[in-house]
């Protein structure tokens, strides 16, 4: 048994009857890494701008909380909330909005995950309409085989594959937003949902 977390996969066989986080696909030092450089081409790219960080709450608040720190230029950081894309749906919503203008400022769109893309697209067209003197997307994991939708990402984390993942801000039904690294969500019976 994991001692610091005790809803991790038991060392002893019990039957699993809710998801756990499974399998590490990421670790907190590979994160920190990643994280590093990411920041590091920001800086370089971003000199001289006037950049502004906009997050996608709640699952990005852990890398926006490292990302920003690992940017050395004047910076602010907003965020922005969501209801989720479903599909059948009519699309994503805002259910909370910047608290600050964004036109004529550099934007650079910070995302958890980027599956399908169509959270990400209708969060582009939305902010694309302030005017803002420009637009990027930085996502922490990718799965560009997923895509429904054509997307330039400027900024990528890591390419994972199609299994669901919590850690690092990332949940399971509000769960396990707290782990320092990314796990593989291990579902009933084992399997991986
Ligand atoms: P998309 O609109 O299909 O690109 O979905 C992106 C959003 O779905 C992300 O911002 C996440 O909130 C959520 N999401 C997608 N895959 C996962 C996952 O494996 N774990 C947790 N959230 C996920
Ligand atoms: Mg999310």
Redesign the pocket.
Known sequence: MNAIFPWSAPATPTPITRPVPGETLITAQELQERVAELGAAITRDYAGRDLILVG?LK??FVFMADLMRAIHLPISVDFLA?S??RPGERG?RLIKDLDHPIAGRHVLLV????????????LVRTLQARRPASLKICVL?D?PH???IDLPVAYRGFE?PD????GYG???KQQFRNLPYVAV?QGVNGRNT
């Open positions: 996608v699952g990005v969501i989720q894309y994503v995302e958890d995950i980027i599956d399908t893309g169509l959270t990400a697209a209708y994991l799965r997923r895509r429904l994972i299994a669901f993942v919590v990332m949940d399971y969500l």
